[in-house]
């Protein structure tokens, strides 16, 4: 039986590997066609505006898109990335980033402090981690004010009888041991323009996020149904960790009513 240890090691070098060898493609493959990501990001910066953020921690930034788009829309704002490819940092360092916006890391094992940031956010990073609700209870604790996910709903990719099928084996409790039979027992599938990835949902981590945060915003940033998780193939969740009227203060909630 193969070493469960060994398997994810061995699955973290072939998505090493592949970044390695398309970073100097991986803008243009990762670009202008990530609508939802644009999307979710741009509403991540509103959020952050009305909660008086002025720290952001982004993982699995690759060559910095997130970064630069705080940069431009919030220059105040004191922004790092965490990005363990350091072909991809690379990239990032001759766009204009310095070694102190983007440093390598482990999103599952976070070198901060507790409550550093004031928001933690990854852009289509978990799906390419082994255990994501550890990068999740990475960024809970890592997080002052809130955590932003921009994310896949597997559950919700497909025609409307594939995601019943695949929504059914769910909720029998069988979705992670049917993957891993489709997969050939690896777990995970590898694809020319995504490298490697695991069948992921931000429905996955939602009881995890709900334990630690006050209350939870969610979006489509591609057009889908009331149903999120039955009918969104990404989705964008903001965790706010305390209420509201704490995070803008006071004075300002009283205004808002």
């Keep these: ?20 060898q398309t970073a100097d493609r991986y803008d243009g493959m990762h670009g202008a066609d990530n609508i939802e990501h644009t999307f979710a990001l741009h509403f991540m910066l509103s959020a952050c505006k009305y909660l008086g953020v002025k720290s952001i921690l982004d993982i699995g930034s690759g060559t910095g898109r997130t970064l630069f788009g705080v940069k431009a829309a919030m220059p105040e704002v004191t922004v790092v990335g965490v990005e363990p490819s350091p072909e ?21 094992k976070l070198s901060f402090r507790e409550e550093s940031f004031d928001l933690v956010c990854e852009f289509g990073a978990l799906h390419h981690i ?78 995890q996020i709900q334990s630690a945060c006050a209350s939870i915003h969610m979006l489509n ?24 009227s704490q995070l803008i203060g006071g004075e300002s909630a009283s205004h808002m009513a």
């Design 221 to 244: 940033p591609q057009s889908a149904g009331p149903n999120l998780y039955r009918t969104a193939s990404h989705v964008a969740l903001l965790g706010l960790k305390h209420p509201i």
């Design 88 to 108: 991809l940092r690379n990239i990032g360092y001759s766009k204009g980033l310095d070694e102190a916006e983007l440093v390598d890391g482990d999103a599952m």
């Design 130 to 207: 082994p255990v994501p609700s550890e990068a999740v209870a990475e960024m809970l604790r890592v997080s002052r004010k809130a955590i932003f996910i921009s994310d896949c709903n597997n559950f919700g990719r497909g025609n409307s009888l594939e995601r019943f099928i695949k929504q059914s084996i769910n909720a029998a409790g069988l979705w992670p041991l049917f993957y891993k039979l489709r997969t050939n027992g690896k777990g995970y599938a590898i694809s020319e323009e995504d490298g490697l990835a695991y069948s992921y949902s931000v429905f996955n981590d939602l009881k």
């Design 1 to 20: 039986m193969t070493d469960p240890k060994l398997a994810m090691q061995s699955a973290i070098e072939i998505q090493r590997d592949y970044y390695a």
